[in-house]
């Protein structure tokens, strides 16, 4: 009987304190399945360490399977293994193992301008990928960018190997979602508070920045700032900027504050740590609008328009990969029109990050260097909303009920278990194929069989020295004796099934398939022959 469809978990290193999207979205995506997927055990696969972690951070009551990430054929029992990135080439050939056909796989996109993620999808081409497997994109810019990667890489294989490989996952857009209600359930009282404390005059337009404050990997303040001062001259009116969120590094926080002193001084800035959940909902309340003017390639959808959208106000943001999916440009919003050079213009900053003269971070910021995004339309847009609350309130209302229809957890998941299915069903017009090795996964005593006189095999004989017994004491006490000790754990039993039968011997050579059922006893008499505790006879 078929599974269901098992979520790869795996405990990130890094500072919890850096908050980005990736990490945010996927929490909150696992929170979100345990809470509104379908009925029955969720079937979660991890390390054993790892999958302890996932059962402190992830509280539920909700039944867990446990399928070991080290034992592959354990996948076997399940209907597909969701990743949360888009590295699914290597499980493609974990599962050749089993044979391909035996469960899904999928995975989603996130920021897609890193080599690692577009190396990911050059290696599903020559991997052993099928149609009933799914890269979700989170927004259909970068739909069409995979496709478009997918396609560059194809054509110049062609030409390599004489022949044009196929790019046969699914590419699905289904959007990262939020928890609406909670965005909704935001008290006014405590926007009115935070007012208050941050000395905002009552007449003040206050705008939010929400999300990471890095010039180099998030967006550029400058030409916010330049657009505030703009529109305080306008309007005619206090202008407030809430940065809520965390910087880069003090250094960055340094040039923001400069920046804004330079090109803002007439704008009041307030920061605010929004990485605490109180204080997210107190500058969500105390905010007229969100803007986000993100003009990097390593943004790819944004959740912090989302959650914005969720919380009723009106978003002002670039029109720009996801964001352009997110915002109805009129009713929900304002997308500002953004520009960059034409193709051709950038080899030497490619060339720079392929030669490893430019880290990841320098060529995205170089690349974010040349984005512009227009000043004027800015200030128009925020213009309109500050003039004409009415239009403000019909926005913000309108941006909480297509975030209810479209981001809110409930519909998001709904739409991966319906992927889930359709796959699922995809695979049920498959034949069943035999499994067969996989270069990703090769039993090493069979790559380096050629390196040993002989292996294990028909005429093996041995017993067990004298003094086994006690040789076998002595290696306990050594911490250098086994490094998988239940090689110790095998040979104690092996030793003493021969002190009973006698010499134990190979008959015959057996069949990979049955080596590999009795394989612990098979390293356990080659460990014994090594460290002396039996003798060849």
């Known amino acids: 009987m078929i599974g269901r469809t098992a979520l790869h978990f795996v405990t990130e290193a890094g500072d919890p304190s850096r908050l980005v999207g990736r990490q945010v979205a996927n929490a909150g995506f696992i929170s979100a399945y345990l809470d509104h997927g379908k009925e029955g055990a969720v079937p979660i696969h991890a390390m054993p360490a790892d999958f302890e972690r996932f059962k402190a951070d992830f509280p539920t009551d909700r039944a867990l399977i446990h399928v070991p990430a080290h034992q592959p054929r354990k996948l076997a029992d399940q209907g597909g293994l969701f990743m949360p990135g888009p590295a699914l080439a290597k499980r493609a050939w974990h599962r050749r193992l089993i044979g391909r056909g035996r469960y899904s796989l999928s995975g989603v996109t996130h920021a897609m301008a890193s080599a690692r993620a577009q190396d990911a999808v050059r290696e599903m081409l020559v991997a052993p990928m099928a149609s009933w497997d799914a890269l979700i994109c989170a927004s259909e810019p970068i739909r069409g960018l995979v496709r478009s990667l997918a396609d560059g890489y194809a054509d110049a294989l062609g030409d390599i190997v004489g022949r044009k490989p196929t790019f046969l996952p699914q590419l699905p857009v289904i959007p990262l979602g939020v928890d609406v209600g909670s965005f909704s359930a935001i008290d006014p009282a405590a926007g009115k508070a935070f007012r208050m404390v941050q000395g905002i005059a009552e007449d003040s337009f206050v705008v939010l920045f929400l999300g990471r404050l890095s010039y180099h990997t998030k967006a ?3 030409p916010f700032y330049r657009a505030l001062e703009m529109l305080a001259a306008r309007i005619g009116r206090p202008v407030t900027l809430i940065e809520a969120g965390w910087y880069y590094n003090p250094e960055t926080e340094a040039a923001f504050d400069a920046a804004a002193k330079s090109f803002a001084p007439n704008v009041q800035v307030i920061k605010a740590d929004a990485r605490d959940p109180a204080v997210k909902a107190a500058v969500l309340a105390a905010s007229d609008v969100f803007v986000s003017l993100v003009d990097n390639v390593q943004e790819s959808f944004g959740l912090t328009p989302v959650e914005a959208m969720a919380a009723g106000l009106p978003t002002v943001v670039s029109d720009w990969d ?11 919003g304002f997308l500002i029109p953004t520009l960059m050079p034409p193709s051709g213009a950038g080899y030497e900053y490619a060339w720079r990050l392929a030669a490893e003269q430019d880290d990841y971070d320098v060529h995205v910021g170089v690349v974010a260097q040349h984005v512009a995004v227009d000043i004027p339309k800015t200030v128009e847009a925020l213009a309109a909303l500050a003039i004409d609350p009415e239009v403000a309130g019909r926005m913000g209302e309108a941006a909480r009920s297509r975030a209810l229809q479209t981001y809110d957890w409930p519909v998001i998941v709904r739409a991966y278990e319906a992927l889930w299915q359709e796959l ?28 040993a006189s002989e292996a294990i095999g028909r005429a093996f004989k041995v017993q067990p020295v004298s003094d086994a017994e006690a040789l076998l004491d ?14 110790l754990e095998d040979g104690r039993a092996l030793v003493a099934a021969m002190r009973q039968q006698g010499v134990m011997e190979m008959q015959e050579d057996l069949p990979e398939a ?20 039996v003798e060849r006879v």
């Open 220 to 222: 550029h303040p400058t």
């Open 514 to 533: 049955a080596v590999s059922e009795a394989a612990r006893t098979f390293r356990a008499l080659a460990w014994l022959l090594k460290m002396g505790v």
């Open 322 to 332: 996801g964001y352009r999916d997110t915002v109805v440009h009129g009713e929900t």
């Open 424 to 451: 699922e069903e995809r695979r049920a017009f498959h034949f069943e194929e035999e499994p067969k090795p996989s270069p990703q996964i090769t039993d090493p005593f069979r790559t380096f069989a050629g390196f």
């Open 474 to 487: 002595q290696l306990a006490q050594s911490p250098i004796s086994a490094m998988d000790r239940r090689s």
